[in-house]
């Protein structure tokens, strides 16, 4: 069985770009070397020698046709690299393994926006994709949910899986360390740190947060993490991009989310996993995913609620401080979030696609 994966990048990205390294990095751990098939490659990358690269130009044709053209040349290239199974990352309508991290009505709908043309032309090749695929991988249940609701895939066609997260990379601070970490990023010990990490700061809440802190008398600091920031708010204060986003993680007390659409939200999990607790708005995917004692989640949308549960998290935090020491205890993800074990199970969706396909039969089935 040659596995083939399609993203729009091999490279340092956004959510699903950083996925399919993951995938990249798992698959070589397993022995597989797929096809790659992609829009640019960062050959400097290590994941870049693990692969087959199949680059597919795009940047000769306006923004909006890309996609559409980029799914055409895939169909082609696929059969000329002898691709039994692929597993497409981005819109392509020719992948038996179709990975759902997101969905444009989905995404439309939460921001209240009227499609425009070239959302149809989006919208219809995620649809051919679903539609075409044999198996949708979802990354939470709100992409479930999403693709039965707004697309008709049935349900029988999906498998939610979440997404995995570099367990050596995101682990609590040793002993001690924690004062040291806060001091480098400017947090004063009476300072209550909500992180904020964001390359959207709109979608990702921050006007919501803003207005919830307003009501507040609470020693708390929003400390944005990304993009600049443009506000005169004294709670609000910028830290610059961090590469290290862990010791963000360990250094802040809460990180916060309030995102109008947030189909996972890693930023939840890696916190959690840092020994930080996190505030998030219930329409975030990787709610499901935390553990009860690990959040604090508010109605979407609702400042008035994110007030009610910062403050419930501050007292939270009150009780259970000792000295400037405090992290989260016991298990506070839902899931296993190794590479190995996510990749594992695409495998075995692939091999009984690849099975199935060889016998004749349609792959797709109950469970």
């Given at each position: 069985m040659k596995i083939g994966i399609s993203a729009n990048a091999l490279k340092h990205g956004g959510g699903l770009e950083r996925y399919a390294m993951d995938l990249v990095r798992g698959l070589a751990a397993r022995?597989?070397?797929p096809a790659f098939f992609a829009r640019q490659f960062d050959r400097e990358?290590?994941?870049?020698?693990?692969?087959?690269p199949h680059r597919i130009l795009v940047s000769f044709l306006p923004g909006k046709l890309r996609d559409v053209w980029f799914s055409w040349r895939l169909r082609a290239m696929r059969r000329n690299a002898g691709v039994d199974v692929l597993i497409g990352c981005n819109r392509v309508d020719a992948s038996e393994l179709a990975i759902c991290g997101g969905t444009h009505r989905g995404f439309l709908a939460a921001v209240g926006r009227?499609?425009?043309?070239?959302?149809?032309?989006?919208?219809?090749?995620?649809?051919?994709?679903?539609?075409?695929?044999s198996v949708v991988v979802a990354h939470s249940m709100q992409m479930r949910e999403e693709l039965m609701r707004l697309y008709g895939v049935d349900d029988a066609k999906i498998r939610v899986l979440y997404p995995p997260v570099d367990r050596a990379r995101f682990t609590p601070c040793e002993p001690g360390v924690r004062s040291a970490?806060?001091?480098r990023f400017?947090?004063?010990?009476d300072e209550i740190v909500l992180l904020f990490p964001s390359s959207s700061h709109e979608r990702k809440g921050l006007p919501l947060i803003e207005q919830a802190l307003r009501a507040t008398t609470l020693p708390v600091v929003v400390a944005v993490a990304g993009r600049p920031v443009e506000s005169t708010n004294s709670r609000i204060r910028y830290i610059g991009y961090v590469k290290d986003i862990e010791d963000c993680y360990r250094a802040a007390d809460f990180t916060i989310l309030a995102s109008k659409y947030e189909p996972f939200g890693l930023v939840g999990i890696e916190s959690v996993m840092c020994g930080t607790p996190v505030v998030l708005s219930a329409n975030i995917g990787c709610c499901d995913a935390i553990a009860d004692h690990a959040k604090f989640v508010f109605a979407p949308n609702d400042a008035k609620d994110l007030h009610a549960t910062l403050t419930r998290a501050v007292d939270a935090l009150r009780r259970n401080k000792s000295g400037s020491e405090v992290q989260l205890s016991g298990q506070s993800v839902n899931y296993d979030v190794s590479?190995?074990?996510?990749?594992?199970?695409?495998?075995?969706?692939a091999g009984r696609i690849d099975l199935e396909r060889r016998a004749g039969h349609s792959p797709v089935s109950s469970s």
């Open positions: 022995g597989v070397e990358l290590p994941e870049s020698q693990l692969v087959r009227a499609p425009k043309r070239s959302d149809a032309w989006q919208i219809a090749l995620e649809s051919r994709q679903y539609a075409r695929a970490l806060r001091r400017g947090f004063a010990d590479v190995a074990g996510h990749v594992d199970a695409l495998l075995a969706l």
